[in-house]
Nanobody, 119 residues
Framework: QVQLVESGGGLVQAGGSLRLSCTASGNFGTILVSGWHRQAPGNRRELVASISSNGRTNYADSVKGRFTISRDNAKNTVYLHMNSLKREDAAVYYC?????????????WGQGTQVTVSS
């Protein structure tokens, strides 16, 4: 099982920056992919960014050029650097990690962290 703990959310003015972190713990093998989804009130949950075990990254079109996902394997931590934040970025951000058990992939989720953007 994988336990994910998120941190880094908060209140920021439009145009500002935040860094989210997500640390994995527990007994697990390779994390195939990790990243963040987000959900704003009234909206469905959407994929924001992800990074695979081989370092391949993927971003939602709405955050390309502003957000950067990275990882520190030694710390079992993935980071989401969010720059030039917009009001539209305000949401609860949920870290996820996809692992494999008995050959079957499954997702684990963090507790969520609130990002609020003011203008």
């Amino acid at each position: 099982q994988v336990q994910l703990v998120e941190s880094g959310g908060g209140l920021v003015q439009a145009g500002g920056s935040l860094r989210l972190s997500c640390t994995a713990s527990g007994n697990f093998g390779t994390i195939l992919v990790s990243g963040w989804h987000r959900q704003a009130p009234g909206n469905r949950r959407e994929l924001v960014a992800s990074i695979s075990s081989n370092g391949r990254t993927n971003y939602a079109d709405s955050v390309k050029g502003r957000f950067t996902i990275s990882r520190d394997n030694a710390k079992n931590t993935v980071y989401l650097h969010m720059n030039s934040l917009k009001r539209e970025d305000a949401a609860v951000y949920y870290c996820f990690a996809t692992t494999v058990r008995v050959g079957v992939p499954y997702d684990s989720w963090g507790q969520g962290t609130q990002v609020t953007v003011s203008s």
